[in-house]
């Protein structure tokens, strides 16, 4: 099939929106594109009432702060008041898995949970495009937001409508060619691009992949995601004492996120052949019994400059422990330490 070249120049963009691009691309963003806030707004309104419908159905689970920030989500100018585009940006992040396969050896962790907070070097990386495209036109007076998932903003929306990817079955934004190892960032403007929303067709087809292979079946439909059932929500978000018992909403020997529907899906097989043995080392240990041995203080500092922060000390020891449990080798945790110990 021929898949859509997103890397092509754009003819007829505004000179605001062809600079954008061109630093974006400079400075590594692998896609970028902007789309008009009041250009969007019919087709948006849609996305705002898939929002609703989710929320009614309580599909954010104990994420109460997207229920709170609805009315934000649904308009951005609620976020920055001159708002009147918004440009998006895609930086990849590696496709090697992070963590141990074999259940024996330890824990899985999510890809994007490699390397210092994404929240900040994507903001860092997009604010840094912005000052130099606002210092080389100083009339303009640009002004922005940088929101990487930091603000009530519906990112994959924007994304999408600025013709950055299609939104998949497995509600990831899908790149043709970088599939969806990718972060998003969206910066808020007080200047208009001229550009109405470009969408791309949705490349899903009749695969069903990920909608099979989600180990908790997560997906009650086809782009919709029960948050109550995710392992992703369950070991990052979820904040009770304990995990479901039931064997279904197992999180296997995931500690932090979870990357099946993504691994599964043919749109990231070519990255992730080609970067299997990349040279970017884990970040965070997996093996039992470095984990299990470790103290909160320890692990305190270890995720001080990762994503991973957000989950606290003793929701990460939640999350080993129910790893342990699951893990196929069925050994208790003192056995375990046992023989890591016997085999030093
Ligand atoms: C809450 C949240 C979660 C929740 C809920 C996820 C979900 N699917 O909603 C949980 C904790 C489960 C989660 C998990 C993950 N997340 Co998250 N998450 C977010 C967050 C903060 C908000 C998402 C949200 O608003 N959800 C509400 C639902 C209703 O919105 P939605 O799924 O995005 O769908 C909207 C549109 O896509 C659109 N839409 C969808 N389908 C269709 C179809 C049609 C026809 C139309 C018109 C519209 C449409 O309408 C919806 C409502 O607007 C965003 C950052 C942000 N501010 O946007 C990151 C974000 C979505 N997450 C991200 C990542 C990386 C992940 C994980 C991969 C992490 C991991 N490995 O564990 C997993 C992926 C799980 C999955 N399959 O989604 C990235 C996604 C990048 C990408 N390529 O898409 C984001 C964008 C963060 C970022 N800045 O990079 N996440
Ligand atoms: S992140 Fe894991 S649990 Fe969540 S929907 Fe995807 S495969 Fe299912
Ligand atoms: S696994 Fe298949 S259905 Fe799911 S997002 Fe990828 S291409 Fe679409």
């Known amino acids: 099939m021929a898949l859509p070249n997103t890397d092509a120049a754009k003819p007829g963009l505004s000179p605001l929106h062809a600079a954008l691009r061109e630093a974006a691309a400079r400075s590594g963003f692998i896609a970028s594109g902007g789309v008009d806030i009041s250009l969007a707004s019919a087709v948006f309104s849609e996305h705002v009432d898939r929002l609703d419908r989710w929320l009614e159905k309580g599909y954010h689970g104990t994420m109460e702060w997207i229920r709170r920030g609805r009315d934000r989500r649904a308009d951005p100018t609620q976020v920055f008041q001159d708002a009147q585009s918004i440009f ?5 992040y590696s496709a090697k898995p992070h963590g141990r396969l074999d259940p024996n050896e330890g824990v899985r962790y999510a890809r994007y949970l490699k390397g210092s907070d994404y929240h900040e070097d994507v903001a860092a990386k997009l604010n840094r495009v912005l000052t130099e495209v606002a210092e080389a036109q100083p009339d303009l007076k640009l002004q922005w937001k940088t929101c ?22 497995n509600t990831l934004l899908i790149h043709p060619k970088w599939g969806s190892y990718h972060f998003i960032g969206a910066a808020l403007l007080n200047h208009a691009l001229d550009q109405a929303p470009n969408p791309m067709p949705n490349w899903c087809g009749s695969c069903e992949r990920c909608l099979k292979q989600c180990p908790t079946n997560a997906f009650p439909q086809a782009g919709i995601l029960d948050s ?11 904040r009770s004492e304990t995990l479901p018992t039931q064997p279904e909403l197992s999180t296997g020997t995931w500690v932090a996120g979870c990357d099946i529907c993504q691994e599964v899906c043919p749109f990231n097989l070519k990255r992730s052949r080609s ?5 970017i080392p884990d970040f965070h240990p997996s093996d039992w019994k470095t984990l299990m041995e470790e103290t909160e203080a320890d692990y305190r500092v270890r995720v001080k400059n990762s994503a991973l922060a957000r989950v606290k000390p003793q929701q990460f020891k ?11 080798s069925q050994v208790s945790i003192e056995e375990k330490n046992h023989a890591s110990v016997k085999s030093e």
Not at 228 to 238: D, G, K, Q, V, Y
Not at 275 to 279: A, K, L, P, R
Request: glycine share 6%; aromatic share 6%.
């Open 88 to 92: 998006c940006v895609l930086l990849p």
């Open 148 to 169: 990487v998932d930091t603000s009530a903003v519906l990112e994959r929306s924007w994304a999408y409508l600025a013709g950055l990817g299609w939104i998949g079955k």
């Open 228 to 238: 109550n059932r995710c392992i992703s929500a369950l070991t990052l978000e979820n």
């Open 275 to 279: 970067e299997m043995n990349d040279s």
């Open 318 to 328: 939640r999350n080993l422990e129910a790893a342990a449990r699951n893990s196929q």
